[in-house]
């Protein structure tokens, strides 16, 4: 099958100029006093933040791709690079055969890209309509066909009965729909999805992932998509890429994936009044096999706990009781089989939204 991209060793680094910690707080007072003096201005620093780390990426044509990963882990930089729309730092290979490095142009005008900012390109003075017929000539797409292709759309975004509204009297969720309806009018083979749910209500969201498998499977799109939700990514997607700080740190379908966290049974507690050691005591309990733990309000110890276990139930009961013995108060539990919520806790030890 065509690999529609397929590059290795992407890297980004940003130079970030920023101000240096001893003039933080009461020192920041004082630079404010010296600088009225005319004494010199605060010093600033420069630093080298890697926001992709040596990415090797293959996406074959036809797949739902999913790139998960907490905040700043680095998947908007990288769909940047893909789109041609970001110098990469260092890297190799080609997007739909044009090369990623020297082609960047090439690759722009033959991808579509929905970015979270949307409404970037919407214009408020257009009807839903209208827009979609101005984004048709700026495509140059012939008119005979504009009128077909914007009702095909309109249909398959579900926004045919609002074609004639304003963009600012129909809802952010539709206005997302626009959006990719728009990006789909130029009706490119591969489409780039960052976070094409963010902010949406769960039916808005889940309508929005109801059409992205439609344009997958009946207009055989190949879609590369972002999110943080795992349950999108487990939904949608045909294999999964799990990014964490510019680096692809697990790769697999989703059933896959979660085989790394092991056919055991997963234990979720969400608890204050834990403290370092905790996760020691709890590995001793009877049939657990593994515990981490992960405090982020270390003031009040709370956190969650990841238990993994051969005997859910018995393991359950032993885990409650020792937290009544330890003055731990439990907030909430869960537990079955593992999520990618799981895998990735696994792996680095966070959460995904922690
Ligand atoms: N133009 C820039 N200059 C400096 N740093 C940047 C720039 N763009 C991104 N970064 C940094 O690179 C890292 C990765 O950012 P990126 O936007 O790719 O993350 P992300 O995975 O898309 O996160 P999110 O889920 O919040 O959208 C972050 O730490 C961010 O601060
Ligand atoms: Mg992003």
Not at 136 to 165: C, N
Request: hydrophobic share 40%; aromatic share 4%; net charge positive.
């Amino acid at each position: 099958m065509a690999k529609l991209i397929d590059v290795a060793q992407m890297r980004k680094t940003f130079r970030v100029r920023e101000r240096s910690a001893r003039f933080s707080g009461s020192a920041r007072r004082e630079r404010i006093v010296s600088s009225l003096r005319d004494r010199p201005a605060a010093r600033k620093r420069t630093r080298f933040f890697s926001a992709v780390d040596g990415i090797r990426l293959a996406v074959d044509s036809g797949e739902i791709l999913g790139v998960l990963g907490p905040n700043g882990a680095g998947k908007t930089t990288l769909i940047k690079m893909l789109c041609g729309l970001l110098r990469p730092d260092g890297g190799e290979g080609t997007v739909l055969g044009y090369d990623v490095c020297r082609e960047p142009s090439r690759i722009r005008s033959k991808v579509s890209l929905v970015a979270p900012t949307a409404d970037i390109g919407t214009d408020n003075n257009l009807t839903v309509r209208e827009n979609l017929e101005f984004w048709a000539a700026v495509y140059g797409i012939p008119r005979k066909q504009q009128r077909r292709r914007i009702d095909t759309l309109l249909e398959l975004v579900q926004l045919k009965e609002k074609e004639s509204y304003w963009p600012m009297g129909i809802s952010a969720g539709m206005r997302q729909r626009l959006a990719i309806a728009r990006s789909l009018l130029a009706e490119n083979e591969l489409v780039f999805l960052d976070e094409p749910t963010v902010k949406l209500d769960p039916d808005g969201a889940r309508r929005i992932r109801d059409f992205i498998r439609r344009i997958n499977q009946e207009n055989g799109v190949t879609v590369l998509l972002t999110t943080h939700l795992m349950h999108e990514a487990e939904e949608l997607c045909s294999r999964i890429i799990v990014l964490d700080e510019g680096k692809i740190v697990a790769e697999g379908s989703a059933s896959e994936l979660k085989q790394l966290v092991g056919r055991e049974q997963i234990i979720e507690l969400f608890a204050s009044g834990l403290s370092v050691g905790a996760e020691d005591q709890i590995r001793s309990l009877p049939a657990v096999l593994d515990a981490d733990m992960s405090i982020w309000d270390g003031a009040v110890g709370e956190g969650r706990v990841l238990v993994k276990t051969a005997k859910i139930e018995r393991t359950t009961e032993h885990l409650l009781s020792w937290a009544r013995r330890n003055g731990i108060r439990v907030h909430g539990v869960r537990s079955g089989e593992p999520n990618l919520e799981d895998v990735f806790f696994d792996i680095t030890g966070r959460g995904l939204t922690a």
